[in-house]
């Protein structure tokens, strides 16, 4: 399958952040926009114990605990 990001992950282009979500975190994401985001962007922080969903006013709700590898090599 040829994808359009394929060159993209081709070039140099640094990792900046990683991590993984499930199908739970992405539910809960999806609430703080219908509920929180009033049509308005929502930050997403990882941190090193969780993925926090940050709303346009400043207020962190927790998306789920972060799992697996670390987001990026120390």
């Known amino acids: 399958m040829n994808s359009?990001?394929?060159?993209?992950?081709?070039?140099d282009l640094p990792l900046v952040a990683r991590t993984q979500f499930t199908r739970e975190m992405l539910e809960n994401l999806k609430v703080v926009f219908e509920a929180a985001s009033e049509d308005k962007p929502v930050t997403v922080e990882m941190r090193n114990k969780g993925i926090w969903a940050v709303t346009f006013d400043g207020t962190p709700l927790l998306l789920g605990p972060t799992q697996g590898p670390a987001p990026y090599p120390r």
């Not at 359009?4 to 070039?11: D, G, K, M, Y």
């Open 4 to 11: 359009p990001w394929s060159l993209a992950l081709q070039a």
